[in-house]
Nanobody, 124 residues
């Protein structure tokens, strides 16, 4: 079992930055792909990015590429989402998730564990 707890959400003006953290329990954190997803009101949950455990290769949705950066600290069982140049359309609840097989997939259904989410609101 893996438990995930996100933090760092809040209200920020357009053009600003936030860093989200996701702390994980469990001794095998380093082998999991850690993903970030978001869900805006009335919309489906969408992939933001992911970082694999074995080689720490990161991938991103086109909508956030060059603005968001995912990193992980396996010693602290924590994954981060650095969000820069935020836009109002980035407003959503952000979730971190863990995928046991380490593929780095962008498919929510492939992820085994989910956090409770943290709200990010970007004002115009």
């Amino acid at each position: 079992q893996v438990q995930l707890v996100e933090s760092g959400g809040g209200l920020v003006q357009a053009g600003g930055s936030l860093r989200l953290s996701c702390a994980a329990s469990g001794r095998t954190f380093s082998i999991y792909t850690m993903g970030w997803f978001r869900q805006a009101p009335g919309k489906e949950r969408e992939f933001v990015g992911a970082i694999r455990g074995n080689d720490e290769r990161a991938s991103y949705a086109d909508s956030v590429k060059a603005r968001f950066t995912i990193s992980r600290d396996n010693a602290k069982n924590t994954v981060y989402l650095q969000m820069n140049s935020l836009k109002p359309e980035d407003t959503a609840v952000y979730y971190c998730a863990a995928e046991r097989w380490g593929t780095g997939t962008d498919k929510p259904a492939a992820y085994n564990y989910w956090g409770q989410g943290t709200q990010v609101t970007v004002s115009a």
